[in-house]
C-alpha cells in the first residue's frame, strides 16, 4: 500500500507563485506514474499534470490550462513529486490531490483520475483577486 501526503497549499494573489509537495511512503514501485488533479466547488476533478517515473526517463504532461505556467518535477530520492505553480489565477483556485498510479500509464489513459490507484487527502489552494 501507498501513503501520499500533499502540502504546500494556501492563500496567494493572483499572479503569485505557489509550490506542492506529494510525499509518497509504503510500497512503491520502480515504474510508475505521478499525477497532479484538482476539484473545484461544484466542478468534476480534472487533470492538471502527470510525471512519468522510469528508471532513467521522466516525461512530463499537462493541461492546457496550466501549460506554461505549472511544472512537475520529481526528486526520486525523496519519492516525492512537485507541482511549481507560477502567474496563479483565481481559476487555479481548488483542492489540489496527488495521485499515483502502480504502472507507467499510457498517454491516452494518465489524463483519467480512474486510472490512478492511490490519492492523497487533498491541500486547498485558494486564489484571490
Known amino acids: 500500500q501507498v501513503q501520499l501526503v500533499e502540502s504546500g497549499g494556501g492563500l496567494v494573489q493572483a499572479g503569485g507563485s505557489l509550490r506542492l509537495s506529494c510525499a509518497a511512503s509504503?510500497?512503491?514501485?520502480?515504474?510508475?506514474?505521478m499525477g497532479w488533479f484538482r476539484q473545484a466547488p461544484g466542478k468534476e476533478r480534472e487533470f492538471v499534470a502527470a510525471?512519468?517515473?522510469?528508471?532513467?526517463?521522466?516525461?512530463?504532461y499537462y493541461a492546457e490550462t496550466v501549460k506554461g505556467r505549472f511544472t512537475i518535477s520529481r526528486d526520486n530520492a525523496k519519492n516525492t513529486v512537485y507541482l511549481q505553480m507560477n502567474s496563479l489565477k483565481p481559476e487555479d483556485t481548488a483542492v489540489y490531490f496527488c495521485?499515483?498510479?502502480?504502472?507507467?500509464?499510457?498517454?491516452?489513459?494518465?489524463?483519467?483520475?480512474?486510472?490512478?490507484?492511490?490519492w492523497g487527502q487533498g491541500t486547498q489552494v485558494t486564489v484571490s483577486s
Open positions: 495521485a499515483a498510479s502502480r504502472f507507467v500509464l499510457r498517454r491516452s489513459t494518465l489524463y483519467s483520475e480512474r486510472t490512478y490507484d492511490y
Open positions: 509504503g510500497r512503491t514501485f520502480s515504474s510508475y506514474t
Open positions: 510525471i512519468n517515473w522510469n528508471w532513467s526517463a521522466s516525461d512530463t
